[in-house]
């Protein structure tokens, strides 16, 4: 069974400052995606960033990126010159056959 | 464009009752995933359908069900409600076939069982 792992379950960062969100999974499966999504205080879940499994390059989008290193099973999110509004529980995700699963978050607060 | 919908966002039931909650799905998408969201467990997947088929179940008892409509939109029912399902439900919908692409998701449906 797939599994996903976030082993910080609250951090803060200075605004303006570097941040980086830790994630592992673990799978059986070859081909799959990797995902961050991003749910602010009483909003919607939105997509940060998307990875493909089989890619080695890490994606970028913005001021956002990850590192994922796909023999250790291990997918972080830098967020980098944190913003006040970037303050949100963070999910690291797993997306294979018709499923995904989601780790239990990281809630972020980005200090002024 | 509208965007995920799902009904009613909040709702109190006590237990041994049964809820039904419904989504709609962004235009277009034919992929609808449940989950479940409650503090300290993230979020739980409960199903998956694409064309009114699951193609795929979490490790959920019997009492939760779903099902897809023809035009897409998804209800998902829990019977016998106990304390332990109350919880933020989140429906996503998806514009592929494969899970490849972005979830997009509704703002949830909060049941409260007393």
């Known amino acids: 069974a797939q599994t996903v792992t976030q082993s910080q379950p609250e951090m803060s960062v200075q605004e303006a400052e570097t941040v980086t969100l830790s994630c592992t999974y673990d799978?059986?499966?070859?081909?799959?995606?990797l995902f961050w999504y991003k749910q602010p205080p009483s909003r919607q879940m939105i997509l940060v960033i998307r990875?493909?499994?089989?890619?080695?390059q890490n994606a970028t989008e913005n001021r956002f990126s990850v590192n994922f290193q796909k023999a250790a099973k291990s997918f972080s999110l830098k967020i980098s010159d944190s913003q006040l509004g970037d303050t949100a529980m963070y999910f690291c995700?797993?997306?294979?056959?018709?499923?995904?699963?989601f780790g239990t978050g990281t809630r972020l607060k980005v200090l002024a | 464009k509208a965007g995920v919908t799902q009904t009613p966002r909040y709702l109190i039931k006590t237990r041994g009752q049964q809820v039904t909650l419904s989504c709609s799905p962004i235009?277009?998408?034919?992929?609808v995933s449940w989950y479940q969201q409650t503090p300290g467990q993230g979020l739980q997947f409960l199903f998956e359908?694409?064309?009114?088929?699951?193609?795929n179940k979490g490790n959920f008892p019997g009492r939760f069900s779903g099902r897809q409509f023809s035009n897409s939109r998804s209800e998902m029912n829990v019977s016998t409600l106990e304390l332990g399902d109350s919880a933020l439900y989140l429906c996503?919908?998806?514009?592929?076939?494969?899970?490849?692409?972005?979830?997009?998701f509704g703002e949830g449906s909060r049941l409260t069982v007393l």
């Open positions: 995700a797993w997306a294979g056959t018709y499923k995904y699963i």
């Open positions: 799978t059986s499966e070859n081909n799959y995606y």
């Open positions: 990875q493909e499994a089989y890619k080695q």
């Open positions: 235009s277009g998408h034919r992929s």
């Open positions: 359908y694409f064309s009114e088929t699951q193609r």
């Open positions: 996503a919908s998806s514009r592929l076939a494969e899970n490849t692409g972005e979830l997009f």
